[in-house]
């Protein structure tokens, strides 16, 4: 029952939402009226929920999942896939990544927090044969997901369970490292030794590009988001310190290069 439970929790937000909307309805508001009531109080307590539990909890996580007080996402790992595209970051998120790490021919690149390695395997394309990728995250769910994807995609990239926190490369090493949708994943401490290992993995003049929570462009994300302005560790990227918290890791430049679906945003970063 529980496996099963489990396997179906995914759909107790969509649930949360339409009953929320049904209940407000019936109380008079116009179906519009109701939605936004239901985003405004049923949004943030998923968001406060989820992140209570994936912090406190290592429910879910596969034995050789590598211990990190950052959040593994091993319980995402079967459904991540088919997931990401549905929350609006599929292919031409992908591609705007890629478009923005300018990757050349025959580039080394990391990608710290691959999960299934969809953007680790568009790299190995953008470098071709004479380059070098591998993805790297502790979660052993993710990392298998992703060896399976490569293999059967035919894809040269490489994948390896580590933390960012100590990468097992020398210094360096990369032209490129990209960190897509992971930094929100660390506590602050946590994110600026990571940052720290990701710049000494880096060639002088090598660059990072992060894409990441960031200062909500919209109302209605503020309306749905604040509760990750009391969370530490996003209340750095949601405030709009990207810029100054690159800057603080030792890098020399940080610039936003652009944004998605009015909170995400794109970093270009200087070794
Ligand atoms: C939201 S996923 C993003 C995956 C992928 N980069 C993408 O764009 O789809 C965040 C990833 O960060 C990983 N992660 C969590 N803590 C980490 C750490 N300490 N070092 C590296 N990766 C970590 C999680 O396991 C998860 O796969």
């Given at each position: 029952m529980r496996k099963l439970m489990r396997k179906w929790n995914w759909l107790c937000p969509p649930l949360m939402m339409a009953v929320a909307v049904w209940i407000f309805t019936l109380l008079g508001f116009t179906v519009w009226a109701a939605v936004f009531m239901a985003l405004l109080?049923?949004?943030?307590?998923?968001?406060?929920?989820?992140?209570v539990k994936m912090t406190r909890s290592k429910a879910g996580l596969s034995p050789e999942t590598l211990h990190?007080?950052?959040?593994?996402?091993?319980?995402?790992?079967?459904?991540?896939?088919?997931?990401?595209?549905?929350?609006?970051?599929?292919?031409?998120?992908?591609?705007?990544?890629?478009?923005?790490?300018?990757?050349?021919?025959?580039?080394?690149?990391?990608?710290?927090?691959?999960?299934t390695g969809v953007l680790t395997r568009l790299a190995a394309l953008a470098v071709g044969p004479t380059g070098y990728v591998i993805g790297i995250d502790p979660a052993a769910k993710m990392?298998?997901?992703?060896?399976?994807?490569?293999v059967?995609?035919?894809?040269?990239?490489?994948?390896?369970?580590?933390?960012?926190?100590?990468?097992?490369?020398?210094?360096?090493?990369?032209?490129c490292v990209l960190s897509s949708a992971m930094l929100?994943?660390?506590p602050p401490d946590v994110k600026m030794n990571g940052l720290s290992e990701v710049k000494r993995v880096l060639k002088p003049g090598g660059r990072l590009i992060v894409v990441d929570v960031d200062r909500p462009a919209i109302f209605l994300w503020w309306v749905i988001l604040w509760p990750l302005l009391f969370w530490s560790f996003t209340e750095e990227q949601v405030k709009?310190?990207?810029?100054?918290?690159?800057?603080?890791?030792?890098f020399s430049r940080a610039e936003k290069v652009g944004s998605w679906g009015g909170f995400l945003g794109f970093w270009k970063v200087y070794k």
């Open positions: 109080l049923v949004c943030p307590a998923i968001i406060i929920y989820a992140l990190t007080r950052g959040m593994p996402l091993d319980v995402l790992a079967p459904i991540y896939d088919r997931y990401c595209p549905l929350i609006g970051l599929g292919r031409a998120f992908r591609q705007t990544t890629i478009r923005y790490a300018e990757l050349m021919s025959g580039d080394s690149v990391l990608d710290v927090g691959c999960g990392i298998g997901v992703a060896k399976k994807n490569a059967e995609q035919g894809s040269q990239a490489e994948f390896r369970l580590a933390v960012i926190e100590n990468l097992p490369f020398e210094e360096n090493r990369f032209d929100h994943h660390l709009g310190r990207i810029g100054a918290l690159m800057l603080r890791a030792g």
